[in-house]
């Protein structure tokens, strides 16, 4: 009676020292939870690149037609001060976002098809970036740094996730469509005289002004 009385007192002695019921139960279920979070994927961005690859759409775009018939001085900001001003911490926030797109999980290297849809039009802002700002060493300065940066961190065994993924690819095709616009123009001897420098990269505007436009 007295070992009777004694277990009824201490109701977690039979089980082990502390053991409650359904303590094993909880403690499982949280066991899974921890399982379910380490096996999913990094998300993707989708809100932040699609309202970041608008802006530039509209923002860029929006600039020449709002500085219509203006006055010299703007002229000169846009062509010159602004580049400087807009386009280095430009591709400086792009590599410092770059650099913390990197994890550990390989299953988490992949490019969601939200993403896929929004390297084309993303690809060919940058391709306008380039040509139209005149800015093509920037832009391969840049590309070089996001590669030397994956081949390093891969050494550490770390893989782009979905964003660093969306990045890179959109800057391998503007890298194509830049190729691919300087081999159509290469033996144009127009712009071959408007641009006479070592980087030939003809401006759009100019192509539209010197072959389309004239043709009206």
Excluded at 35 to 46: C, I, N, V
Excluded at 184 to 200: A, E
Aim: proline share 6%; with cysteine; aromatic share 20%.
């Amino acid at each position: 009676m007295e070992a009777a009385a004694r277990r009824r007192q201490h109701p977690g002695a039979a089980g082990g020292p502390g053991l409650q019921p359904g303590s094993s139960f909880l403690q499982a279920r949280h066991s899974s939870v921890k399982a379910d979070k380490a096996a999913g994927t990094a998300p993707f961005h989708l809100d932040l690149w699609f309202y970041f690859t608008l802006q530039n759409w509209v923002l860029d775009f929006g600039r020449p037609i709002a500085m219509i018939d203006s006055f010299e001085l703007l002229y000169y900001y846009d062509e010159y001060l602004g580049h400087s001003m807009w386009y280095i911490p430009f591709f400086l926030i792009l590599f410092m976002y770059f650099s913390g797109c990197f994890t550990p999980t390989k299953a988490e290297s992949s490019v969601p098809g939200a993403a896929l849809l929004l390297v084309g039009p993303s690809g060919l802002y940058y391709w306008y970036l380039v040509t139209e700002g005149q800015i093509f060493i920037l832009f391969i300065f840049t590309s070089f740094a996001m590669l030397a940066l994956v081949l390093h961190q891969k050494r550490k065994r770390l893989f782009l996730d979905s964003n660093g993924l969306f990045l890179f690819y959109s800057f391998a095709l503007t890298l194509l469509l830049v190729a691919l616009w300087v081999a159509w123009l290469w033996n144009d001897p127009v712009l071959r005289k408007k641009y006479p420098g070592v980087i030939y990269v003809p401006e759009p505007w100019a192509f539209y002004t010197l072959h389309v436009s004239s043709r009206h």
